[in-house]
């Protein structure tokens, strides 16, 4: 039991990492993602660098997150744990797209001295904008697909926490995800209420593992009664073909 013990450990620390570091990084962003014309004013870029440094982190977290768990899921189905693991990259593909977004405005602040205002606000708004579509399509949309249903799916069969809370990821996943491709069809605009009350479920579960896995671990009867994960290296079953012939 230490094995999967020091792997939840891991796992809840790093998902306590993506919540500190993904709402940190809002609040360090500041003006730059609100001020189209911040990018010809003055602020403080090492405040919006800090921001940037704190979704790197989010990245490397939410990789991690993936990447620790793999092992275990794959048991339950190798297809839906590197699903998993894909939507992670795919998510961090578009949070790493967003951070150049909001680092390119920075660069063209310190170093478009003479440069026309207008041509530079304009340049400003775009950058956010994509920063923005960034934000959906990967925490609001990518998010939803692999934490949320796969991984809530994955915990759910598996047994490794409680049936009931993984449910929350399997419908809260496809609830936040759907609020996402709202948004992309224009059917309401970001930051509404309705995505906040689409947000929630998926909240509640992701804070639920991070919490969970780090001071209580998987659930032991996942291990002892054998009737949903099979943790043993391949190499053992391996052995267990050849006696069996």
Not at 55 to 82: H, M, T, W, Y
Not at 183 to 210: D, H, R
């Amino acid at each position: 039991m230490n094995a999967p013990r020091s792997t939840a450990l891991i796992v809840g620390v790093l998902f306590f990492i993506t919540f500190v570091t993904s709402i940190a990084a809002v609040f360090a962003y500041g003006p730059v993602l609100t001020d189209a014309h911040y990018i010809t004013g003055t602020g403080s870029d090492t405040r919006v660098l800090f921001g940037a440094f704190l979704d790197l982190l989010l990245i490397i977290s939410n990789i991690g997150c993936a990447v620790v768990l793999f092992p275990l899921l794959k048991r339950q189905n190798e297809a839906i744990a590197l699903g998993y693991v894909t939507a992670r990259l795919v998510e961090c593909t578009f949070l790493l797209v967003g951070i150049l977004s909001v680092l390119a405005i920075v660069s063209l602040r310190q170093g478009a001295a003479g440069a026309d205002p207008g041509s530079l606000v304009t340049v400003g708004k775009l950058l956010i904008a994509i920063k923005s579509w960034t934000f959906l399509l990967g925490p609001g949309l990518m998010d939803g697909i692999g934490t949320g249903l796969m991984l809530g799916w994955l915990m759910y069969r598996s047994g490794l926490v409680s049936r009931r809370v993984a449910l929350l990821g399997v419908i809260g996943g496809p609830l936040l995800a759907a609020s996402g491709i709202a948004i992309l069809l224009g059917l309401f605009k970001a930051g509404s209420a309705w995505q906040g009350i689409a947000t929630i479920p998926e909240f509640v579960w992701e804070a639920y593992l991070a919490i969970w896995l780090t001071f209580k671990g998987f659930r032991a009867s996942a291990f002892d009664t054998g009737e949903t994960i099979d943790v043993r290296p391949d190499a053992v079953h391996a052995v267990d073909a050849v006696v069996a012939a």
